[in-house]
Each structure stands twice: as C-alpha cells, then as structure tokens.
C-alpha cells in the first residue's frame, strides 16, 4: 500500500472514529440522570488563571482514567487489576462506569484513586499496597486485592478535604486548615518531633500552613513559598543536593504554581518565569536546545517560555504538558507510547537500542483547553466547553473510553480523540 493512500486510509479511520465518540457520547448522556432529555445543562465553575488552583475535575493513571461530569457523578475507565475503577470489581471496563456522586476533584495513581465530594470528605479506592487507600488496612500481594469490597469501592478515610494528590506509592491531603496528611510509603519526614516513615496505613499530619498542594512531597503556602521533601535522587524535589529531606524545606519564592513528581518538576513564578528541576529526557523541559545533565538539583529557567506565556506544566518523566496563557495545549517528550498527540511525529531517537520518536520542541495539539492530565501511557484534556479529549497507548485496545482505534493490531490513539462532548465534564 502507497505512504499516500495509508494516509487516506487513516484519516478515513479517524472519521469514523469521531463519529463513533459523537453517538457514544449521546448514548452515554441519556443514561446521566436525564440531564439532556430535560434540557439542562451541567454546571460549570469558572475557569481559574494561573495564579489559582487548577482543580482535578479529569486524571489520568496507569492504563486508566478518571472523569467528573457536569453533575458531580464520577466515572472511571479502563485497566481494573487492582480494583481502581472503584466499581466494586476487578474487571476492566470498555466504557465509562459511574462510581460517586457529588464529586469536586480526583486523582489517579497508578493502581488506586482519590476523590473528594462536595462535602469536603475524601474517599479512596484500589491498590492497598503499604496503605495506599489510607483505610487502616494493607494487602502487599495480589491475590488480598481480589474481591476485597473495601478497595474495590470507594472508602471514606478523611474530613474536610480541599486537594489530594496520588503517586504509585504515595498519598497526600490537604485540608482546610492548611494541614497536610500523608499514608502509603512515606520516605521520611520530621513533624513536632516526630519521624513518619515506611509503610503508613492512615492519614498523618506531617505540616501545616500550606495553600496549596503541588505534588505528594510538595505544597506552596500563604506567602508563596515553596515547601518540599523526600527523596531527591534526580534533583525532582529542588534541593541543591542529592539524597533525601527529612525536614520540609523551601526552595522557591513567589510561586503562583508548581507541580512537582519523582523524576522531574515545574514552577511558575508571580513574573511568569517558568522554572525546571529533576531528571532530563529529550523535550521534557520543552526545547531542543536546553540540554541538562542526568540530574539538576535546583530550579533553573526554562526557555519553553518561548512559544507563549506558561501557566500549567505536567510530566510524567517521559512526556511534558504545557498550558500557554492562550489556553493551547502543547506538548512535547517521548512519543514511544503516541502520548504526544501529533500522530507519532518526531525524530527518531535510540534509547539503547529501542527506537522511537521524540519531540523536542513543544508542539500545539489542542486549543481552549482548560485543564490536562498525562498518565503512564495516556493523556487526558478538558476544553473550556467541557468536552474531554484522550489520546495516548492502553490495554484492550488502547485507553479511549469506547475503545475505538485507528488500528486494532497496533491498539493507539495517535492524536486527540473527543470522549465526552461539549457541556459534559465539569470544569477546573
């Protein structure tokens, strides 16, 4: 078959597949509580500027993701080994499976999910390793995950809840009052006195009088610092030196935001200033010229800044997301797993004999984006409109909700694909 007839041949899939996404998500908002069939629209909160808090209205985890509807109901999808869909099965799921109502932010680690309803309550589910879920209890092999209705469904563990962030290994709350709980592998920290390490089976109090939370280790308090700790092997965490903080440290000013992970992190500082720190990999600090050591272990400025004004960046190590002021998406990194979202461009790269794509320069995949979500293999995005799009590598035929795909002996979705339509997802 000739380049230019695979061409046609993969445009013409597409179209069918957006046709498809167009009656799923039809089908799919007749059975939400009637919403459409009476006229009503969702409600919507207002989109937030840089200098506030993008709230997890969509996240994404291993090989499964999760959304907020206009209502509040809370739908997940995808791989379910370990119970993280929340729907009281191990079993994946093809299509979207509701789970909680009145919920006002999620978030996804790898296996287990966190989410907070309008009540201020959090509930957690999935995997339970080292006390992931935060519900006093621990199973450390697979076979205590099946069938345990307690991390297969939804769990309260805390109280006035207003963020939370969830890693393969970790869990952490913010609350109201500024305090900041931990459980799961904590890798040390000092509160009072008090050293929290190892395995920490419910929520513990580890500081006070953040703003913020900006990661699992991380958060941004009242006048803007900073505040960090943990292990900082690849410099992720902004310390000057390698190794691990015990005791919470600051390590930036006047930051309006920041986002922080275990291999690499992001700031944005009150003037706009974009700052990087943590692990290089091609065009995951957005430039093809800023090339960094294996580690760097304090922020530096990034000259991702180059095409437009930043004021949300994410990565999962591998691939990096980036919001301009205009509300594009670019994005840019690896593309091993089509997480880019330009239909597998880039130039190839050898990564020890395993050859793939990889984008240096960021490039613009979406536009009036509002939020976005990058998972191990799948990205998310939420349009001002409140329409969701994904793209990206999964199970069963790649990770979009219908399981639609371009190819289905190479299960991907090369470029973003509209899950949910317009008016559907409730807004960060």
Request: some cysteine; charged content about 15%.
């Amino acid at each position: 078959m000739s380049s230019e007839k695979a061409r046609i041949n993969h445009r013409e899939r597409i179209g069918t597949m957006r046709m498809k996404s167009r009656i799923f998500s039809a089908i799919f908002a007749i059975l939400m509580l009637g919403a459409a069939a009476c006229g009503t629209k969702p409600s919507k909160a207002s989109i937030r500027p840089a200098t506030e808090t993008f709230a997890n209205t969509v996240a994404a985890g291993s090989d499964f993701c999760a959304a907020i509807m206009g209502d509040g109901s809370l739908y997940t999808w995808g791989q379910n080994t370990y119970g993280q869909l929340g729907n009281g099965t191990t079993e994946d799921s093809k299509t979207p499976v509701k789970v909680l109502d009145d919920a006002v932010l999620v978030s996804c680690g790898s296996y287990h999910t966190a989410a907070i309803k309008k009540d201020g309550t959090l509930w957690a589910w999935g995997q339970n390793f080292s006390g992931l879920v935060g519900n006093g209890g621990s199973s450390n092999t697979v076979s205590l995950y099946v069938g345990d209705a307690g991390r297969t469904s939804p769990v309260k563990v805390l109280d006035d809840v207003v963020d939370v962030a969830c890693t393969i290994y970790s869990t952490t709350a913010l609350t109201k009052d500024g305090s900041i709980y931990v459980w799961g592998v904590v890798h040390d920290i000092r509160y009072e006195g008090t050293l929290v390490s190892g395995d920490v089976l419910t929520p513990t109090k580890v500081a006070t009088g953040a703003k913020r939370l900006t990661g699992v280790r991380s958060y941004i308090n009242e006048s803007g610092e900073l505040i960090t700790w943990g292990i900082n092997n690849w410099g992720e965490s902004g310390i000057t030196a390698p190794g691990k903080c015990i005791v919470p440290e600051k390590v930036l000013d006047d930051v309006v935001y920041a986002y922080t992970s275990s291999e690499c992190s992001y700031a944005i500082k009150r003037d706009g200033t974009l700052l990087g720190c943590g692990k290089y990999e091609p065009g995951i600090f957005g430039s093809d010229d800023f090339e960094m050591p294996s580690g760097v272990y304090s922020y530096q400025a990034l000259p991702a800044q180059v095409f437009g004004s930043i004021i949300y960046a994410v990565s999962n190590g591998e691939f990096s997301a980036f919001i301009t002021s205009d509300s594009a998406l670019y994005m840019s990194g690896s593309n091993r797993l089509s997480c880019i979202g330009n239909d597998n461009g880039g130039e190839e790269y050898d990564n020890h004999g395993l050859k793939y794509n990889v984008v240096k320069t960021p490039v613009k995949v979406l536009e009036n984006v509002a939020f976005a979500s990058v998972g191990d293999s799948v990205v998310i995005a939420v349009t001002k409109d409140g329409a969701l799009y994904i793209w990206g590598t999964g199970p069963l035929g790649g990770i979009v909700g219908n399981y639609v795909t371009p190819d289905i002996n190479n299960p991907c979705q090369t470029v973003p694909y509209m899950l949910f339509e317009a008016g559907s997802i409730l807004l960060p």
